[in-house]
């Protein structure tokens, strides 16, 4: 499941959490694009379908540590790896997940937090 996007399913588990502006601009789409592809109005794009697959595998990750407040927050603080730029500012126009050293390192980030969760 983590390499096939979802995105009927996605869009709505995403969008509780991180709200229509914040997905938005993670994925590069307009709120009311974001709405007409979320509500079935429009299929979603197969490069927003994948922007929107990562951003469903980042809040899982962060899911472990952050409640819904906390996600949105996380997408917004500086992070010393990103260079000092939040994550949602760090990624490039454009981006691709699959080929985007900035959206790897935003995942290692995030991953780590599951790793130091499990250790005992």
Do not use: M, Q
Not at 85 to 112: H, M, Q
């Amino acid at each position: 499941l983590e390499h096939n996007p979802l995105p009927d399913t996605e869009w709505e588990a995403v969008r509780t959490v991180l709200g229509d502006d914040i997905l938005g601009a993670l994925v590069g789409v307009s709120p009311v694009s974001l709405r007409r592809y979320a509500g079935g109005e429009r299929r979603t794009p197969d490069h927003v379908a994948a922007r929107l697959h990562f951003v469903a595998l980042v809040n899982a990750d962060l899911a472990g540590s952050y409640n819904d407040l906390g996600a949105r927050r996380w997408w917004g603080r500086p992070r010393g790896v990103l260079g000092g730029l939040c994550p949602s500012d760090a990624l490039e126009a454009n981006w691709d997940p699959d080929r985007s050293d900035t959206a790897a390192k935003i995942r290692a980030l995030a991953a780590s937090l599951v790793a130091a969760g499990s250790a005992t």
